[in-house]
């Protein structure tokens, strides 16, 4: 199947300071997704990001599908943005399973 | 997007025992999916839930281990049975976006502890 990697695994941050996590897949794919798990476990969909770049608040990702990699920026990081970020891939569009990545644990420090 | 409503939102659990897990969405969706995250892991599809059909296994599940009900567009029970302690999980109902988008949304999750 479809290979998921993410890097960094673990990442400490200063309040305020910018971050980029990134997503390398092992096969074509049409669609991709970033997810953030808060402590609670609560798990939020961020992006639905097959190719392009996407803004929200804070938050940006662009994924180049030719390269097979997707990344996810966070700008002025604040404690609320401590979790795990997930990136999920599939290589059909319609219906199809994701692949999550194991994760990126991100912890923002006051 | 939709609003996905799971409970229990965490149980304990003696070995040899089994729970079922409730979902309910607030708008008609075609399938729901269950999700298993293992302690400190990421997430890993149990199955798809089609109504009026069988659910669809990935592979290392079983319908006798997970049975899935479907019984109409908004709801579906996911059953854990006869668990013992591997299966502590974190298990986690989700749908897609019926919006044209195929973004995935997910249930609180059900927080398991098997003793």
């Known amino acids: 199947g479809i290979q998921v990697e993410q890097s960094p695994p673990d990442l400490i941050l200063q309040e305020g300071a910018n971050s980029t996590l990134r997503c390398n897949f092992s096969d074509s794919v049409n669609n991709l997704q970033w997810f953030h798990q808060n402590p609670w476990g609560q798990l939020i969909n961020l992006f639905y990001?097959?190719?392009g770049t996407k803004q929200n608040g804070r938050l940006s990702a662009t994924t180049v599908a030719t390269e097979r990699y997707s990344l996810l920026y966070i700008s002025s990081s604040q404690t609320t943005d401590s979790g795990v970020y997930f990136c999920?891939?599939?290589?059909?569009?319609?219906?199809?399973?994701?692949?999550f990545g194991k994760g990126t644990m991100l912890l923002v420090s006051p | 997007s939709a609003v996905i409503s799971q409970k229990p939102s965490r149980d304990i659990c003696q070995r040899g025992t089994s729970l079922t897990i409730q979902c309910q969405v607030d708008s008609q969706v075609t399938m729901m999916f269950w999700y298993r995250q293992q302690p400190g892991q990421s997430l890993t599809l149990i199955a798809t839930?089609?109504?009026?059909?069988?659910?669809?296994?990935e592979s290392g599940f079983v319908i006798d281990k997970f049975p899935i009900s479907r019984p109409n567009l908004t709801f579906s029970t996911l059953t854990v049975s006869n668990m013992s302690p591997e299966d502590s999980s974190i298990y986690l109902c989700s749908v897609e976006d019926g919006q044209g988008s195929e973004k995935l949304f997910f249930g609180s999750g059900t927080q398991l502890s098997v003793l």
């Open positions: 999920a891939v599939a290589r059909n569009s319609g219906y199809s399973t994701l692949t």
């Open positions: 990001i097959p190719s």
């Open positions: 839930a089609n109504q009026g059909s069988e659910a669809t296994y």
